[in-house]
């Protein structure tokens, strides 16, 4: 029986033996092949991570961009805005001098109604126009 099972065996043993060799091997020295294998895979990493960052550089580079631009925008609208406010004030200031004037006009017309009246008041208060008295003495 031992002899049906010496194929089977003799798999087991290889197999026990190559495992140990490989746990072995893991202690061993890197062979040149393995060594350059790692050093790639070692920089391809490095290769990743400034590939990324150069894409960090250029999605930064557009956002400058586009950030200066509304900075332009923005300060256009501004100096738009000042100029539209130093124009509002103008109109502003023109307007309350011609309220001042009004007002004033109002006032002196007010002021000239006012000796109109007194003036009409002092010749109606006054002696009759058609019955003077010296008319009454020569009419007689």
């Known amino acids: 029986m031992i002899m049906k099972n010496l194929p089977l065996l003799t798999i087991a043993a290889s197999s026990l033996l190559a495992v140990g060799a490989c746990a072995n091997n893991s202690n061993a020295p890197l062979t040149t092949g393995e060594r350059i294998s790692e050093r790639g895979s070692q920089i391809g990493q490095y290769g990743d991570a400034w590939s ?3 894409d960090d550089v250029v999605q930064g580079e557009r956002a400058i961009q586009k950030s ?3 900075i332009e925008r923005a300060r256009s609208q501004i100096a738009d805005a000042n100029e539209a406010l130093a124009k509002a004030e103008d109109r502003l200031r023109e ?3 011609d309220k001042e ?4 006009q109002v006032a ?3 002021d000239q109604m006012d000796r109109a009246e007194e003036s009409y008041e002092e010749v109606r208060d006054g002696p009759s126009a058609g019955n003077s008295p010296s008319d009454e003495i020569q009419g007689d």
């Open 52 to 54: 990324a960052g150069q």
């Open 68 to 70: 200066n631009e509304t």
């Open 95 to 97: 307007a309350q001098e």
């Open 101 to 104: 004037n009004a007002e004033r």
């Open 108 to 110: 002196d017309g007010n």
